[in-house]
DNA sequence: ATTGACCTTCCAGTAGCTGGAAGCCCCATG
DNA sequence: CATGGGGCTTCCAGCTACTGGAAGGTCAAT
């Protein structure tokens, strides 16, 4: 299997696939026209980092699930750790993008938004 | 007023106050001996960039709404429309997290978290 | 032989800073 | 007057996770 097959099968860009290959995620070994040739397991593992970055975890955080998933000496406690630490991170995130959404989605109730200068929203930013 | 003070009037990091004169946000004059100088005109900029920044409003917006503010034939409709826009960006983000809480949260449940290998955290990335 | 779709590497850029190094400047103290 | 400490300067590199593009090699079909 060729780079554009895994890109295609795994939906990852083939782009992203090198960089995963650059920062030492997947190792696919090469042919002799220097081609990346991916074999399932490979393919597998890319499936694997897709799914957790569609989660959100961080590129560190999928070098940990990949290497847990490998160990079998694995405990669940451990992968639970990790994703209980992203959960955090994600129930921050939220609470902040609300409480921008809440002022923000006032200000704009509050201005006019028609043809006069005067804007409460840019009140607001400039300290009233 | 040197940069250190404006920093702590303004709250940002002397670092980001420059790091703003460089893309062209501020234009503090310099003094004989190159520091820059800050007057109550460029104070009150940077604290309206902070402001700005603190709803989430990228750069290029601030640089916009900082147009708007300071011209006096602006239509509160162009600033309203900023931040609508704006506004639609947050409700992404936030319906965006919300999805992958929701998928995280669900996982972490069903896993046992002692110190068994077996963990459907790891089965769910890994495609079953 | 040539075309076109692949593949390769390498460099640069994205957003918004942040850290650190090397080196002036200014004021106060001894 | 020398020295020390804090503040200021510039410049370069690094962070996250890619993405775009250039220059060029490879392969299969016509």
Known sequence: MNIGDVSRRSGLPAKTIRYYED???????????????????????????????????????????????????????????VAEGHLRKIDQKIAQLQSMRGTLAHLIEECAGDHLPDCPILEDLAGE
Chains 1, 2 share one sequence.
């Not at 990346?36 to 799914?51: C, D, P, Q, S």
């Not at 955080?61 to 750790?81: F, I, M, P, W």
Request: net charge positive; aromatic share 8%.
């Open 23 to 81: 920062i030492g995620l997947v190792q696919p070994p090469r042919s002799g026209n220097g081609y990346r040739t991916f074999r399932e397991i490979e393919l597998h593992k890319l499936a694997f980092l897709g799914r957790a970055r569609a989660l959100g975890f961080t590129i560190e955080d999928c070098r940990t699930l990949l290497a847990l998933y490998e160990d079998d000496g694995r405990e669940s406690a451990q992968v639970k750790n």
